[in-house]
């Protein structure tokens, strides 16, 4: 273990892998089995059972769902551009798992005489005492959140069909409207943060008084980004792009096989992070009590709270039904814009006098 590359130790290239490894499962298998939950969930809600046959309680039911889609048959329409075609699905999803890199789920652990953050995209600086990220993290997660659109819109323009271009082009006029909203909601954060690094921005929110997340001093700023987040990877009420009642199932109405299966994981991967990245900006990210103390209580926190908040996705999804096309845009440029805007000011105003 004293080999060193490029002035690292050995260690720090392993940890890097296992890291990668544990996020990569975590969130393969919490897609996999988010459908399995909100088909339970909102089975239940709707007093029904939901998948029953299957497992006990269903619970094999999102492995038979994987072979069944790994064995459909496999079209490619005659008019399609078939590059861009086969392409798309793997834009959507790739930016997905990708922005996990930057997302803290825990402290630090020691392992082998080594400090190891459990962030993917971090090391522990023996000599500065402190561990070093991307300092930009949060811009990171928005450009690649941005680049999964491009598969959408990928998707309904080499399809050659009328369903799945106007599916692509309302995704891409739903993620410029909404995601200005997201952006603007967060600054606030960084006005309070004073940083772009998601290990600080989460550190600054660790002294456990029950108040000291951002969520309560920003409560406006993390519904709104909340919102807009549902609305930037098209969840229920904004699912517009599929919109089964008028686009048959818009972007990927000419997919099959593990094309479609593949939009249907970016959709729920999308999920989990956006779910994390609101945990980290506005829930505290990993911290809870004695989570320093005892480093591997910081993940248990972090999933905690992820899934609580997949569960208000879940339970949005069987509350509200589907916008209107007119609706979202109103919401969008007309009520959260403004709102966002405000909130800046305020927060700026509040901040000079306090301080």
Known sequence: MGIE??????????????????????????????TYAERKIIGHMQVRLGPMRTGWHGLLQPIADGVKLFFKEEIIPSQASTFAYLLAPLVALIPAFITFAVIPFGGVIEVGGYKIPLQIASYFD???GRVFDINVGVLYILAMSSLGVY????????????????GGLRASAQMISYELSA???????????????LNEIVSQQSAYNGFNWFAFKQPLAAIMFFICSLAEINRTPFD???????????????????????????EYANMVTVCALTTTLFLGGWNGPMAVAIPLLGPVYFVAKVYFLMFVCMWIRATLPRYRYDQLMHLGWKVLLPLSLLNIVATGIIGYFIN
């Not at 600054?187 to 004073?194: A, C, E, H, N, T």
């Not at 009642?245 to 593949?262: D, H, I, N, R």
């Open 126 to 128: 023996t000599a500065a």
């Open 240 to 266: 517009l792009p599929e919109a089964e009642t008028e686009l048959v199932s818009g972007f990927c109405t000419e997919y099959s096989s593990m094309k479609y299966a593949m939009f249907f994981m970016a």
């Open 5 to 34: 590359i490029l002035g690292l130790p050995m260690m720090y290239y392993i940890a890097m892998v296992a890291k990668v490894l544990v996020a990569f499962v975590f969130v393969l298998l919490t897609v996999a089995y988010a």
């Open 151 to 166: 598969g959408i819109v990928l998707a309904g323009w080499a399809s050659n069909s009328k369903y799945s271009l106007l």
């Open 183 to 197: 952006g603007l909601a967060i600054v606030s954060v960084f006005m309070l943060s004073g940083t772009l690094s």
